[in-house]
Nanobody, 124 residues
Framework: VQLQASGGGLVQPGGSLRLSCSASGRAVSSNAMGWFRQAPGKERQFVAAINWGGTVYADSVRGRFTISRDNAKNTVYLQMNSLKPEDTAVYYC????????????????????WGQGTLVTVSS
C-alpha cells in the first residue's frame, strides 16, 4: 500500500484546511486509517483514526477536526477547522494492514504503511 498525503499549507489562526490521503496498491476500505502529526522538536502525536466501526480523536482536536473516508476513491480526509498555532506540524497518514480490526488503533506502531507527510503551518 502506498499513501500520498496532500492539502497542507499556511493558514491563519481560526482558518480551515482539508488534508487528503490517497491510497494505492489495494483497497483500504476495510482497514483502519489514521492521521498523526509531528511538530518540530516534539514526538509524533496521534490525531484521528477511522475504521469500519467508527472514528476516534485526540482530545486536543476533538470538536475541531473530522476524519472521513471515500471508499470509492480509496481516500481518507482530515477536515481541520478552528486551527490554532499549536496545530502546526507535519501531518502523516497511516494505514493498518489488518482488516476488520475490532478496535481503532491510536498508536503509531499499530500502523504498517505511512505517507510522506504534509506540512500545516498556522500563523498570522
Amino acid at each position: 500500500v502506498q499513501l500520498q498525503a496532500s492539502g497542507g499549507g499556511l493558514v491563519q489562526p481560526g482558518g480551515s484546511l482539508r488534508l487528503s490521503c490517497s491510497a494505492s496498491g489495494r483497497a483500504v476500505s476495510s482497514n483502519a486509517m489514521g492521521w498523526f502529526r509531528q511538530a518540530p522538536g516534539k514526538e509524533r502525536q496521534f490525531v484521528a483514526a477511522i475504521n469500519w466501526g467508527g472514528t476516534v480523536y485526540a482530545d486536543s482536536v476533538r470538536g475541531r477536526f473530522t476524519i472521513s473516508r471515500d471508499n470509492a476513491k480509496n481516500t481518507v480526509y482530515l477536515q481541520m477547522n478552528s486551527l490554532k498555532p499549536e496545530d502546526t506540524a507535519v501531518y502523516y497518514c497511516a494505514a493498518d494492514d489488518r482488516i476488520h480490526r475490532l478496535y481503532i488503533p491510536t498508536t503509531g506502531y499499530e500502523y504498517d504503511y505511512w505517507g510522506q507527510g504534509t506540512l500545516v503551518t498556522v500563523s498570522s
